[in-house]
């Protein structure tokens, strides 16, 4: 079986080139469990990107150069590292939450999820750069832990009312 860190570093590794090239990235540690899941974590002289790929789902999380290099995102109760799509969402001021179906996730590959992903990433740069930096970031995170709650408040709300609905047909 392939080295999912492998598999994971090329899908990831030529759409984030320019990161690499010109921002200065570097992959600082690379960990593999049970040959199926795998983090990657990249750091430049702003922040740090932190790469998760599964089976079926990849992510790229960003985090201050502080943040942990560990598989949690949370340590005592305190957020260090914040998915791209959240982010993103934070920045289009988009509380959309969307339930894919079954057939959209089949669809959606991990290569499309890469692409996806570091899309977000490359087209956030100047932003994540600002909202990460050391010294910068205590509005802009205090804003975008306030944006995930309301979020997440609202996908309760949708998967509750799914379950209502099923329980009622």
């Not at 030529?14 to 990161?19: A, G, K, P, R, T």
């Not at 690379?30 to 599964?54: D, P, Q, T, W």
């Not at 560990?70 to 791209?84: F, L, M, Q, R």
């Amino acid at each position: 079986m392939k080295d999912p860190c492998n598999i994971f570093v090329k899908l990831i590794i030529e759409d984030l080139d320019i990161l690499f090239r010109d921002e200065g990235f570097t992959i600082i540690d690379k960990r593999a469990v049970k040959k199926e899941h795998c983090l990657i974590f990249m750091e430049s002289n702003h922040f740090r990107i932190k790469g998760y790929y599964g089976p079926d789902y990849v992510d790229l999380l960003i985090g201050t150069k502080a943040a942990p290099l560990s598989w949690e995102d949370k340590s005592d109760g305190v957020i260090n590292w914040y998915s791209i799509g959240l982010i993103d969402g934070y920045l289009r001021d988009d509380l959309t939450v969307h339930i894919p179906s079954a057939e959209e996730r089949e669809r959606n590959s991990l290569e499309v999820q890469a692409r996806q992903i570091t899309q977000l990433v490359t087209q956030h740069y100047t932003s994540l750069k600002k909202m990460f930096s050391q010294g910068n970031r205590i509005q802009d995170i205090k804003n975008l832990n306030k944006y995930i709650n309301a979020r997440e408040q609202k996908a309760r709300t949708m998967y509750e009312n799914l379950a209502r609905n099923k329980l009622d047909t």
